[in-house]
């Protein structure tokens, strides 16, 4: 049972364009959700996050939408830069307690070509 | 400066031998969880420590274990790894409720990749 979906395993985009990464999630008691970045061979690190009071949070080009009624979140990169290229993981959890336990997708392999 | 970091960051071992992996953390966050993450999968949560009290997922195999001696450090004991255990291991950290705003984010090590022969 996959509560966290990303069906896109890869994506490809020119540097300069936009990326769109989506995501998927079954249940409907999730809070609170966030983006990670993964490059080979290191750990997953924090990129933005969204509660669900909002449907939409920007810092810089990175922008995660957030579609509650259709239970579907995306994350725009805008302009997309070769540096962007990695795995990106989409997460879900509830903030109300003590500890995160996040519920991860399988990842979308982003290329940003030059 | 890396704020969770993992040890050894690449480990191999023969079926059935048992396995220490080690996770040391600068953050002074409550909680560490460990997460098993196998090629083109989600990361897995195994189990969690709020502060000293452990939380097993239900259907984490009773062949791992973990030990939290104190804030910083805590370990996952891979009793008797089997082929199916070979995997990127990631820790992590963040803070419990008591430890101020709760963001929401896990800071992640960079990960213990597991060979078994």
């Known amino acids: 049972d996959q509560q966290v979906k990303q069906n896109s395993p890869s994506l490809s985009v020119q540097e300069g364009r936009i990326s769109i990464l989506n995501c998927d999630y079954t249940n409907s008691m999730f809070d609170y959700f966030l983006w990670y970045k993964k490059y080979p061979a290191e750990g997953p690190t924090f990129l933005i996050s969204?509660?669900?009071?909002?449907d939409k949070n920007e810092d810089g080009r990175f922008t995660v939408f957030l579609n509650k009624s259709a239970k579907h979140l995306s994350l725009h990169i805008v302009p997309s830069q070769p540096g962007d290229s990695a795995v990106y993981f989409c997460a879900a959890g509830r903030l109300n307690t003590g500890f995160q336990k996040l519920v991860f997708g399988t990842g979308t392999r982003l290329l940003v070509s030059p | 400066d890396a704020m969770v970091i993992q040890n050894p960051r690449y480990q191999v071992t023969q079926f059935g031998k048992p396995v220490t992996l080690s996770c040391s953390q600068t953050l002074n966050h409550n909680v560490m969880y460990w997460y098993q993450q196998k090629s083109s999968q989600a990361p897995k949560l195994l189990f969690h420590y709020y502060d000293k009290d452990f939380n097993n997922e239900a259907d984490t195999p009773d062949n791992f274990q973990s030990r939290r001696p104190n804030t910083s450090f805590c370990f996952l004991d891979i009793r008797s790894p089997g082929l199916g255990d070979a995997a990127m291991y990631l820790c992590a950290t963040s803070r419990g409720l008591a430890g101020g705003l709760n963001t929401g984010e896990l800071f992640f090590g960079e990960g213990s990749r597991l060979t078994v022969l």
């Open positions: 969204i509660s669900s009071i909002k």
